[in-house]
């Protein structure tokens, strides 16, 4: 429990900092987009361009994980979606609230957290989790709010609006730059390797100052706000893992990457929704909630989860 405090304290120590420097008058509202769109266009692009430029295809090749982990990602986002749609939210809004409820914080939790229970075997399936999340969960809502934001009703024009935005957003373009240019095996000189790894390593760190910022802007919650931040937060640390756990039984995923597996879809949500929500203006309030409210959570849930598959902190079943 000790060793999961640490690794989930440096979470809440950054959401802090940009609470705190909101609230003193540091940083003020132009901050929150700004800060964004520093993620959106430099760090977060770095980051998904450098892991899927080193991304080995061989050691990927995991189909049951991927089928057990993506496939309860796939539902879950989708259930939520539909879900959203009934009650009349819009289409933007059903695919933030899709995001929250399947987005698992694969790296700033993840990797960590597996390393300490499963030690370095868990570096490639954790590398899966995060492609399944960061690119592929990222682009579904990012296409249905590109959708949701387009005017034209004709079926063919609206495509190709709706293409020639996607192919504008750096969140889509790095990762398959980052797959081409993987392919040619040039590799990355020793510079170039610094320059990604410093500037992806910032996407993170500086969303959760984003997650502060956001939560410092002195508003009125209103009820409904948040009864579907508890809601979509009791999907992400309840439902997904359990749907995880069937998936799992049913492709037969082999007991410790069933039980990677379970872990990484029981992690809080991550900060891949918040970025897409200020990136397209969409309002973030409930987006911040459940990530905060859903880290904090974890610390209760997620023991409960290693221990209920036979781990504890630190140690091998």
Same mark, same amino acid.
């Given at each position: 429990?000790?060793?999961?405090?640490?690794?989930?304290?440096?979470?809440?120590?950054?959401?802090?900092?940009?609470?705190?420097?909101?609230?003193?008058?540091?940083?003020?509202?132009?901050?929150?987009?700004?800060?964004?769109?520093?993620?959106?266009?430099?760090?977060?692009?770095?980051?998904?361009?450098?892991?899927?430029?080193?991304?080995?295809w061989?050691e990927?090749?995991?189909?049951?994980?991927?089928?057990?982990?993506?496939?309860?990602?796939?539902?879950?986002?989708?259930?939520?979606?539909?879900?959203?749609?009934?009650?009349?939210?819009?289409?933007?809004?059903?695919?933030?609230?899709?995001?929250?409820?399947?987005?698992?914080n694969?790296?700033?939790?993840?990797?960590?957290?597996?390393?300490?229970?499963?030690?370095?075997?868990?570096?490639?399936?954790?590398?899966?989790?995060s492609?399944?999340?960061?690119?592929?969960?990222?682009?579904?809502?990012?296409?249905?709010?590109?959708?949701?934001?387009?005017?034209?009703?004709?079926?063919?024009?609206?495509?190709g609006?709706?293409?020639?935005?996607?192919?504008?957003?750096?969140?889509?373009?790095?990762?398959?730059?980052?797959?081409?240019?993987?392919?040619?095996?040039?590799?990355?000189?020793?510079?170039?390797?610094?320059?990604?790894?410093?500037?992806?390593?910032?996407?993170?760190?500086?969303?959760?100052?984003?997650?502060?910022?956001?939560?410092?802007?002195?508003?009125? +919650?209103? %009820? #409904?706000?948040?009864?579907? !931040?508890?809601a @979509?937060?009791a999907?992400?640390?309840?439902?997904? &893992? $359990? *749907?995880?756990?069937?998936?799992?039984?049913?492709?037969?995923?082999?007991?410790?990457?069933?039980?990677?597996?379970? +872990?990484? %879809? #029981?992690?809080?949500?991550? !900060?891949?929704? @918040?970025?897409?929500?200020e990136?397209?203006?969409? &309002? $973030? *309030?409930?987006?911040?909630?459940?990530?905060?409210?859903?880290?904090?959570?974890?610390?209760?849930?997620?023991?409960? +989860?290693?221990?209920?598959?036979?781990?504890?902190?630190?140690?091998?079943?």
């Amino acid at each position: 429990m000790l060793s999961l405090l640490s690794i989930i304290a440096p979470v809440f120590a950054l959401i802090a900092c940009g609470y705190v420097t909101r609230r003193i008058g540091v940083l003020g509202t132009p901050a929150v987009s700004e800060l964004n769109r520093f993620v959106v266009y430099l760090a977060l692009p770095a980051l998904l361009f450098d892991v899927m430029a080193h991304a080995s295809w061989a050691e990927l090749a995991q189909p049951r994980f991927i089928a057990a982990f993506g496939l309860s990602c796939g539902i879950i986002f989708f259930a939520i979606v539909a879900a959203s749609l009934v009650a009349r939210q819009p289409l933007s809004t059903a695919a933030i609230n899709g995001l929250l409820g399947s987005y698992a914080n694969t790296a700033y939790i993840g990797f960590p957290v597996l390393l300490i229970v499963f030690g370095r075997e868990s570096l490639v399936p954790v590398t899966i989790a995060s492609i399944i999340t960061v690119c592929v969960l990222n682009a579904s809502a990012i296409v249905m709010i590109e959708v949701a934001s387009q005017s034209e009703r004709r079926p063919l024009r609206l495509a190709g609006k709706v293409a020639v935005s996607l192919a504008k957003n750096p969140i889509l373009i790095a990762p398959v730059l980052g797959v081409l240019y993987g392919a040619t095996g040039l590799g990355f000189p020793e510079a170039a390797e610094a320059f990604l790894k410093m500037l992806g390593g910032s996407a993170s760190p500086l969303a959760l100052v984003v997650i502060g910022l956001v939560l410092a802007e002195p508003r009125a +919650v209103a %009820a #409904a706000e948040t009864q579907l !931040s508890l809601a @979509l937060t009791a999907v992400k640390l309840i439902v997904h &893992p $359990a *749907l995880t756990v069937a998936l799992a039984t049913f492709f037969a995923v082999p007991s410790r990457l069933a039980a990677m597996a379970v +872990v990484l %879809a #029981a992690l809080p949500t991550g !900060s891949g929704p @918040l970025i897409v929500a200020e990136f397209y203006r969409l &309002p $973030a *309030l409930v987006t911040s909630a459940v990530i905060l409210i859903s880290t904090l959570a974890a610390l209760l849930t997620l023991p409960l +989860v290693l221990m209920g598959l036979g781990f504890g902190i630190g140690a091998a079943p």
